[in-house]
């Protein structure tokens, strides 16, 4: 293995997970794989920045020994309890029994419940200070995001932040930093993540990012603990950040659906047309194949939102329902919505559907649209329509 040096004396010491298609409990697909980052920081005193996933300690150990024996570390910090970021904790623990662990209340609270374990803890707050020799650590409580746990680190003299969750992306890479892979690629992930993971908590993020830049404080490169890391150019995603915390949209209209026999997914596709044939970007997915976070992505900078169902036992699919369920929990501001969709003898999903859009907040712009079995000629332009003048909502 290569030492990968960020900073003079600075190393990241992670690993890097190609091979990782689901996270979450198979809530987020992670099509292009994910890195669990460590940072080993070597001074008077030496300091290790979060650990990895469990199955990827030992790759973490060898890239440490490599620089350092394992049992010279000093202290070391837990950023975020989750076992992505803490699997690793118990094994090197074991390597420095001298190591003292820092976090907050809540981590410590956090890591006895997930290992047990009787290591010397010390509980930091906002404000705090480590001083390791030529370089401090200072930490800043960052609660719900995005556990009650999670904290940044914060390194003045190099004006390098440790934000764990914060500003990462699942993507596995042969580059560490945001100058060595794809832009597109890259930014593509760091809104998924955002979208799937950090959106119902806007309020929060953008209360964070205002109380970072209250204090003035530089920041040169970030250091994440999934993905890359920014520092060809931080500003780029603090920027997005901001943006998508703020719940700034474009005219673009993405349409969700799930269709027994193909009669809503007929309807789809002609109102889909009437969004384009009036100038709007536009978005399909068929929620019962369609990669689901995915979805929510193309949703985080979308104004519009058109959700489809057959009905079934006066309901909707079960697809769609379970969609419903976690698309109420991101809790999208400004955004506005409509419902469609075909049916037998009844026609529930449309009630349904219109009870989980006003749950999750936005706008219902104009009253569902139902059609009986397969739509003919006339009710396919009506379709077509339907989608010019939600086209035109969107525009104004």
Request: one cysteine or more; proline letters at 4%.
């Amino acid at each position: 293995m290569e030492k990968v040096e960020i900073i003079k004396d600075i190393f990241w010491v992670g690993a890097v997970d190609w091979n990782v298609r689901n996270f979450h409990g198979h809530t987020y697909s992670t099509n292009r794989g994910t890195s669990y980052n460590a940072y080993l920081i070597l001074d008077k005193k030496i300091a290790l920045i979060d650990t990895v996933y469990g199955p990827f300690a030992q790759e973490m150990i060898e890239r440490i020994s490599q620089i350092i024996a394992p049992g010279e570390i000093d202290y070391i910090i837990s950023n975020h309890v989750e076992t992505d970021h803490s699997g690793a904790l118990p094994a090197i623990a074991k390597l420095c029994p001298k190591a003292k662990v820092l976090g907050t209340q809540k981590c410590k609270e956090g890591l006895h419940k997930h290992y047990y374990a009787d290591w010397e803890f010390s509980v930091v707050k906002t404000g705090d200070k480590l001083e390791l020799g030529k370089r401090t650590l200072t930490f800043l409580e960052a609660p719900m995001l995005h556990w009650p746990d999670s904290m940044f680190t914060y390194c003045p003299e190099d004006q390098l932040l440790l934000p764990n969750d914060a500003f990462g992306q699942h993507y596995a890479s042969s580059g560490r930093f945001d100058d060595e892979v794809d832009q597109c690629s890259l930014m593509q992930e760091a809104a998924k993540y955002y979208a799937n993971i950090l959106w119902p908590l806007s309020s929060l993020v953008l209360r964070k990012i205002e109380e970072v830049e209250k204090a003035k404080i530089p920041i040169k490169m970030i250091a994440p603990s999934h993905g890359i890391i920014w520092r060809k150019d931080p500003a780029k995603i603090i920027n997005a950040y901001v943006s998508w915390a703020k719940n700034e949209v474009k005219p673009k209209v993405v349409i969700i659906y799930e269709s027994m026999w193909g009669s809503t997914e007929r309807m789809a596709k002609a109102i889909a047309q009437g969004i384009i044939d009036n100038g709007l970007e536009v978005r399909i997915f068929d929620v019962a194949v369609a990669d689901r976070t995915e979805a929510i992505k193309e949703m985080l900078d979308s104004k519009g939102y058109l959700i489809g169902s057959s009905t079934h036992d006066n309901g909707m699919l079960p697809a769609i329902a379970g969609f419903m369920q976690f698309f109420k929990g991101l809790k999208p501001k400004n955004r506005l919505a409509s419902a469609f969709g075909s049916y037998g003898w009844a026609g529930g999903a449309l009630k349904e559907l219109e009870s989980g859009l006003r749950e999750a907040g936005v706008e219902i712009t104009q009253p569902g649209l139902a059609i009986q079995y397969l739509p003919d000629k006339d009710e396919l332009q009506r379709c077509y329509d339907y989608g010019k003048d939600f086209a035109k909502r969107v525009k104004a």
